[in-house]
């Protein structure tokens, strides 16, 4: 999708489409100029309320050679006073779905210059191309026949300017927003991609393809590396896949000798639940079970694009759970790179073993923070749905730093307490712990089981499970990965700077 900035007006742009922000009971001088030149179609689609400008409304017109551009797209976004962020991406959204059924290809828009009061021009012009980027995204790589059924594309957006003054930063809020794309398409991607192809050495080798894209370090141990260094609780969740694990680092260096930020993505593979083997319903999308994995690399490759001045780690331990005749058991006793032992009362529990190892290897990097993120538990869906993560954590300012970056990524965030008390639900009889906490509170006894690898040091846990996938199609996305974790992270990150 091809990006264009330019001043000129709206009325004589020669176009398929011109898309036109319409806020609720409010019709701009060069609206009324439209539905004047349209034969009042406007003022009848209003009176019939067909199309007021509320927010996810929407209203094609055919110019009938009365104006340069084919069609006029009306897109509502609501009330002038609560247009945010969010409220342009998921009017640029409609937009891209729109001229995908239509197949009409391209189209201009004056979407970036409505942006609320206070609103930089380059925040909405980001917006606008988050939006139609990300509703633009498909994977359709596998699909070798009739790829013509399908919708095309949107192949150019061209964002019109208010004045020329505005144009400088329109192309960088654009610019901005075309990298993050690429974290989050990449991170799509990578959820998206089958199981059967996406091993932990695939994992690896993407890790290192943007490596030497971007300039950064990237380190793989290998089963034999792991071993020495006594990452005994990921081994134990891999022993039962042919496929060998692999721990990936990436080394981001754009802040001097600063300590870094580390994050962790789980990345298991696909999760059959191991010996606790899982139901066949919907296993398939077990495949997504390294949607935290996929958010890190997104993550590491924009800040790397974007050069953001800061140091950054981020640690992917990739492994498969399978469950095979070398596959772990449910009662076996683990040693965990900490030295703490755990009890392995569910081989479902995978995730939280092999994060357990990864919080422990960063901290040879004293960093300021640490943040993981994972589809960790079926909890979390029953918990928040899929409309927000759920964050946990030992640190205030971290949490709000986080919850604050989630309402301005659109990637919303909601906290769940994590006192002492969800503690004992993990003490074990004959080993240290154990991995799993019963059925309360699922998502909280996850989490306290990672807060025994952290100590004193800053940390957020982010439970994906909920949003890392989404089940159908909707504006903003086809369906599958989302990508969730990288607007959030990259979000957060820059307000550091
Ligand atoms: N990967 C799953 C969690 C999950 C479930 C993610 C559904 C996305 C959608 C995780 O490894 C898991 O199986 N968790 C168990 C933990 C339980 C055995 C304590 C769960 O949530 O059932
Ligand atoms: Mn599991
Ligand atoms: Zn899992």
Same mark, same amino acid.
């Given at each position: ?8 007006n ?29 034969g ?19 209203? +094609?017109?055919t ?58 021009a ?6 606008v ?25 949107? #192949? ?21 927003a ?12 990578l ?56 721990l ?24 059959t639940?191991?010996?606790?083997l ?5 296993m ?16 590491? +490759? ?20 399978m ?28 995730g939280r ?12 990097y ?27 954590g ?36 004959i ?10 509170a699922? #998502? ?54």
């Amino acid at each position: 999708m091809k990006i264009e900035v330019k001043a000129a007006n709206a009325l004589k742009q020669k176009t398929p489409c011109l898309t036109l922000g319409v806020f609720d009971a409010r019709l701009s001088p060069q609206l009324q100029e439209v539905d004047k030149l349209l034969g009042g179609a406007l003022t009848n689609a209003r009176r019939d309320q067909e199309f007021r400008g509320k927010a996810g409304e929407t209203l +094609l017109l055919t110019s009938a050679g009365q104006l340069p551009a084919k069609r006029v797209l009306l897109v509502g976004l609501g009330k002038a006073a609560q247009v945010d962020r969010e409220g342009l991406r998921r009017a640029a959204a409609k937009m891209v779905r729109i001229v995908q059924q239509q197949r009409l290809g391209s189209v201009v828009t004056d979407l970036t210059t409505l942006g609320p009061e206070g609103l930089a021009a380059a925040d909405c012009a980001a917006a606008v191309v988050e939006g139609a980027g990300l509703a633009n995204y498909r994977f359709d790589r596998y699909r070798t026949e009739q790829r013509d059924k399908l919708p095309p594309e949107l #192949t150019c957006v061209t964002l019109l300017a208010s004045q020329p003054a505005q144009l400088a930063a329109l192309t960088a809020g654009a610019e901005r927003a075309t990298l993050l794309c690429r974290g989050v398409t990449l991170a799509r991607d990578l959820v998206n991609e089958p199981g059967n192809i996406k091993s932990p050495e695939f994992l690896a080798q993407t890790a290192i393809t943007i490596a030497a894209e971007t300039g950064m370090r990237c380190t793989v141990l290998d089963r034999a590396q792991l071993a020495a260094e006594g990452l005994g609780a990921l081994l134990a969740v891999a022993q039962g896949s042919i496929r060998e694990p692999r721990l990936i680092t990436l080394e981001y260096r754009g802040g001097g000798d600063a300590r870094p930020v580390a994050l962790i993505g789980k990345g298991v593979v696909f999760d059959t639940g191991g010996i606790s083997l899982k139901p066949a319903e919907k296993m398939d999308e077990m495949k997504m079970d390294m949607g935290g994995a996929a958010a890190v690399l997104g993550t590491l +490759l924009v800040v790397a694009l974007l050069k953001l001045p800061l140091n950054l780690i981020g640690v992917i331990p990739a492994v498969e759970n399978m469950p095979s005749g070398s596959a772990m058991r449910p009662g076996d006793i683990i040693t965990s790179l900490s030295g703490k032992t755990i009890e392995v009362l569910n081989t479902d529990a995978e995730g939280r073993l092999i994060l357990a190892d990864a919080l422990t290897w960063v901290e040879r990097y004293d960093p300021l923070a640490i943040i993981d993120l994972a589809t960790l538990t079926g909890a979390c869906i029953i918990a928040l749905g899929h409309h927000a993560t759920a964050l946990l954590g030992n640190n205030d300012r971290l949490a709000r730093a986080l919850l604050k970056a989630g309402e301005s990524s659109g990637e919303r965030l909601w906290q769940l307490p994590l006192w002492d008390d969800y503690g004992e639900q993990l003490k074990s009889e004959i080993a240290d712990l154990k991995n799993t906490g019963g059925r309360p509170a699922g #998502t909280i006894t996850a989490a306290a089981f990672l807060s025994n690898f952290v100590g004193e040091r800053p940390w957020a846990h982010l439970d994906i499970a909920g949003t890392a996938w989404a089940e159908k199609a909707a504006d903003s996305t086809q369906g599958g990965g989302t990508g969730v974790g990288v607007r959030l992270l990259v979000e957060y990150l820059t307000s550091l700077g």
